[in-house]
């Protein structure tokens, strides 16, 4: 049964994990650096690539021991060669290109945004393409056709910030602490979502994209106002992003009728509030409603591993110049949205 080996460093989560082509994780570690960044209220590039030099060699021969297996016994390597702060990237991927050397394996340079789009084909193996996938990260924000691997086609993007921007900001504008999101999510559990009149971004606009830019100043002031109590703002908050999320979400799907599922990925996906409007929204539509459980939303190697499994199937590996990427789109054909700038 193949067996691939996964490093993910495209953020400030450093992880390696070993997943095999029937499905199962045969091991696999996560070392957040969270502590590192909350005295700066989000992610320091230079602090991240750092600690990824310094955990990730550790982190592969610890995951090998525990699993049994050595480098001779892996089918492939994949990393996460792009989107992402570059610094950590190129670290992932030169340590993935060593390892494959020195052991003769094929390379596989996932791109991130791609092992977040099939990751609920690891848990769900009776997911067939195409889905429509809601992809909601710190970096994006996208609504995607996946037609199969390889295959994406972009029906909407933000053109302003991702949703998990806007709650890392929100949260920072409150006081909430690093990461912003599930303390926004905790902060929201005893607030009235009703409290704080907030826009709702392009909503009934017909467009089909997203913007959160206004919406995160909305909270700044009536933050500044003293409109409500921060659990109320929060909540507020939180609702917002949920309406707008669902009301493009529920456009895509009316654009895309030959859609199997709705599937949701990403780290906002760990998102409880979300995945409810999204759950409701599919069975309006009769659709199966696939969202991966909340540790393989967020940057994880099991997600990299499982994409160079389905990768390696059909034969698409990569050479040991496969370059690192800081922005890679999964469709780079699709059009720019309107006033998007380099993150659509």
């Given at each position: 049964?193949?067996?691939?080996?996964?490093?993910?460093?495209?953020?400030?989560?450093?992880?390696?994990?070993?997943?095999?082509?029937?499905?199962?994780?045969?091991?696999?570690?996560?070392?957040?650096q969270d502590a590192d960044?909350?005295?700066?209220?989000?992610?320091?590039?230079?602090?991240?690539?750092?600690?990824?030099?310094?955990?990730?060699?550790?982190?592969?021969?610890?995951?090998?021991?525990?699993?049994?297996?050595?480098?001779?016994?892996?089918?492939?390597?994949?990393?996460?060669?792009?989107?992402?702060?570059?610094?950590?990237?190129?670290?992932?991927?030169?340590?993935?290109?060593?390892?494959?050397?020195?052991?003769?394996?094929?390379?596989?340079?996932?791109?991130?945004?791609?092992?977040?789009?099939?990751?609920?084909?690891?848990?769900?193996?009776?997911?067939?393409?195409?889905?429509?996938?809601?992809?909601?990260?710190?970096?994006?924000?996208?609504?995607?056709?996946?037609?199969?691997v390889g295959r994406y086609?972009?029906?909407?993007?933000?053109?302003?910030?991702?949703?998990?921007?806007?709650?890392?900001?929100?949260?920072?504008?409150?006081?909430?602490?690093?990461?912003?999101?599930?303390?926004?999510?905790?902060?929201?559990?005893?607030?009235?979502?009703?409290?704080?009149?907030?826009?709702?971004?392009?909503?009934?606009?017909?467009?089909?994209?997203?913007?959160?830019?206004?919406?995160?100043?909305?909270?700044?002031?009536?933050?500044?106002?003293?409109?409500?109590?921060?659990?109320?703002?929060?909540?507020?908050?939180?609702?917002?992003?949920?309406?707008?999320?669902?009301?493009?979400?529920?456009?895509?799907?009316?654009?895309?009728?030959?859609?199997?599922?709705?599937?949701?990925?990403?780290?906002?996906?760990?998102?409880?509030?979300?995945?409810?409007?999204?759950?409701?929204?599919?069975?309006?539509?009769?659709?199966?409603?696939?969202?991966?459980?909340?540790?393989?939303?967020?940057?994880?190697?099991?997600?990299?591993?499982?994409?160079?499994?389905?990768?390696?199937?059909?034969?698409?590996?990569?050479?040991?110049?496969?370059?690192a990427r800081a922005r890679?789109?999964?469709?780079?054909?699709?059009?720019?949205?309107?006033?998007?700038?380099?993150?659509?």
């Amino acid at each position: 049964m193949t067996l691939v080996l996964g490093l993910e460093s495209s953020c400030d989560e450093t992880a390696v994990a070993l997943v095999r082509a029937d499905r199962t994780i045969v091991a696999r570690h996560v070392a957040s650096q969270d502590a590192d960044h909350r005295p700066y209220g989000g992610v320091v590039p230079e602090i991240a690539a750092r600690a990824h030099v310094e955990v990730l060699s550790p982190m592969v021969a610890r995951t090998l021991e525990e699993a049994g297996v050595g480098l001779a016994e892996i089918d492939a390597i994949a990393a996460t060669a792009g989107p992402g702060l570059i610094g950590g990237v190129m670290i992932g991927l030169v340590t993935a290109k060593a390892l494959a050397l020195a052991a003769s394996k094929p390379l596989i340079a996932v791109n991130h945004l791609e092992g977040h789009a099939l990751s609920p084909r690891l848990v769900a193996p009776d997911l067939a393409f195409p889905y429509l996938l809601l992809l909601v990260s710190g970096g994006h924000c996208q609504l995607l056709a996946v037609e199969g691997v390889g295959r994406y086609r972009r029906l909407a993007t933000t053109i302003d910030d991702a949703a998990g921007e806007a709650f890392d900001k929100v949260a920072k504008i409150l006081g909430l602490g690093f990461p912003g999101g599930p303390a926004v999510e905790r902060a929201a559990a005893a607030g009235n979502p009703r409290a704080v009149k907030l826009p709702r971004p392009l909503v009934g606009s017909g467009e089909p994209h997203f913007s959160f830019a206004g919406l995160k100043t909305a909270v700044l002031r009536a933050s500044q106002a003293d409109a409500a109590p921060v659990p109320d703002l929060a909540a507020s908050f939180q609702q917002a992003v949920v309406d707008c999320l669902a009301d493009r979400t529920r456009l895509a799907l009316e654009a895309m009728p030959e859609a199997t599922a709705l599937v949701v990925a990403g780290g906002v996906a760990a998102n409880g509030a979300i995945r409810g409007a999204l759950q409701t929204l599919a069975d309006t539509h009769g659709l199966p409603f696939v969202a991966p459980p909340q540790w393989l939303c967020t940057d994880n190697a099991a997600m990299i591993a499982w994409a160079g499994a389905e990768r390696l199937a059909l034969g698409l590996t990569d050479g040991l110049d496969a370059p690192a990427r800081a922005r890679w789109p999964l469709d780079p054909d699709a059009a720019p949205a309107r006033g998007a700038g380099v993150k659509a």
